[in-house]
């Protein structure tokens, strides 16, 4: 049964600061890993995709990365805005065609 | 992408009625799914809705508190019938376009309060 999980579970930095959001998945056969952003009592916007056959993805000042063998991802956010403050969500497809999520980064990014 | 509407947005309704969210998709989509998530937790998967077939619920989720209809390929909806407080949640509509490499979308939720 695939577990994701996702660490820190909050997170506060200053504006400008650079930062990496973390999830790890325990079944690595995966068939794709999404990131998703929450603001508060909304839906989910998806970030980035990334197939299983891809190593990384980018979008802007966000950058995904994929190692499958390790079980884990990451997420990069360069120059954090106000404005991205939100939970991110990871979510991991496997065979089961079922997109399981970890419980996500609350992340705040101070003025 | 997909956009994608959900009505109610939210709702109070007292134990033991029913609600029933509505789902619509701007375009033709296979796959469907329903979550839920709790206050402070993340998304749970209710159930798949395929166009065409029969709802496919995950455990600890049953048709008659949950019934799901799928009558076209833009559109579904999700009934939680019987409520009780435990229901209180946002309920999330979500498709997966093939097309984009299995990118799931997700609607903008309904909020719903059960006094």
């Known amino acids: 049964k695939q577990e994701v999980t996702q660490i820190p579970a909050a997170l506060s930095v200053p504006e400008g600061e650079n930062l990496v959001l973390n999830c790890s998945f325990t079944?690595?056969?995966?068939?794709?890993l999404q990131w998703f952003r929450q603001d508060p009592g909304k839906g989910l916007t998806s970030l980035l995709l990334i197939q299983s056959s891809q190593r990384e993805q980018t979008s802007g000042r966000l950058n995904a990365s994929l190692d499958k063998s390790s079980g884990r991802s990451t997420l990069y956010i360069a120059a954090s805005q106000p404005g991205d403050s939100a939970t991110y969500l990871c979510a991991a497809q496997g065979g089961s065609e079922k997109l399981v999520f970890g419980k996500g980064t609350k992340l705040t990014v101070n003025p | 992408s997909a956009v994608i509407s959900q009505k109610p947005s939210r709702d109070i309704c007292q134990r033991g009625t029913s609600l029933t969210i509505q789902c619509q998709v701007d375009?033709?989509?296979?796959?469907m799914f329903w979550y839920r998530q709790q206050p402070g937790q993340s998304l749970t998967l209710i159930a798949t809705a395929n166009q065409g077939s029969e709802a496919t619920y995950e455990s600890g989720f049953v048709i008659d508190k949950f019934p799901i209809s799928r009558p076209n390929l833009t559109f579904s909806t999700l009934t939680v019938s019987n409520m009780s407080p435990e229901d209180s949640s946002i309920y999330l509509c979500s498709v997966r376009r093939t097309s984009a490499g299995d990118e799931q979308y997700f609607g903008p939720g309904t909020r719903l309060t059960v006094t």
């Open positions: 079944d690595s056969a995966i068939y794709n």
């Open positions: 375009s033709q989509v296979t796959m």
